[in-house]
């Protein structure tokens, strides 16, 4: 049978061979493949029947505790005002106390220093001078700590 042909009948048959050849493996690649996709089908089935409920869970999870967080808020709310009303009576209090504890240790300041200048000098004027710069410096160096450390 190939005795007889002609190189143009040669090239016909290499020709359908090939392309035997190329549809045998372009077949056999095509149901390769599919099982690949069948493969690929059921495992992302799987993944969204597991991954699903845990993505749903989580989001009751977050829920829950977005809910948490606004309880907390709202104490820290209700802290910050306690603090601040606990600091308001606080400073109403010091403010109550500081001019007569800065009177006092005015005036102790005072007698001190009056009755050494009254000891030193025997002079009841020059004393009671004495007392009261001593008085007034020692008043205004009190405040100005009481400013300096925050009070």
Known sequence: MFVAS????????ALAGFLV?????????????AGVLRR???FLKGAEQEILPVI????????RV???LDKLDSATDSAVDAVQA??????TVSFGVRRPVEKLVGLSSGV?????????????????ESAREASARREADFEEELRKTGG
Do not use: E, M
């Not at 749903?56 to 829920?63: H, M, Y």
């Not at 001190?112 to 004393?127: D, M, V």
């Open 40 to 42: 690929v089908s059921s």
């Open 112 to 128: 001190s220093h009056g009755f050494a200048t009254l000891k030193t000098r025997r002079n009841w004027r020059a004393a009671l």
């Open 66 to 68: 977005n809910g948490q």
């Open 6 to 13: 002609t190189a143009g009948d040669v090239v016909r048959y």
């Open 21 to 33: 050849a190329v549809g045998i493996a372009l077949g056999w690649a095509l149901l390769w493949l």
């Open 86 to 91: 606990v600091d308001a009576a606080v400073r």
């Open 56 to 63: 749903n869970k989580v989001g009751g999870s977050i829920d």
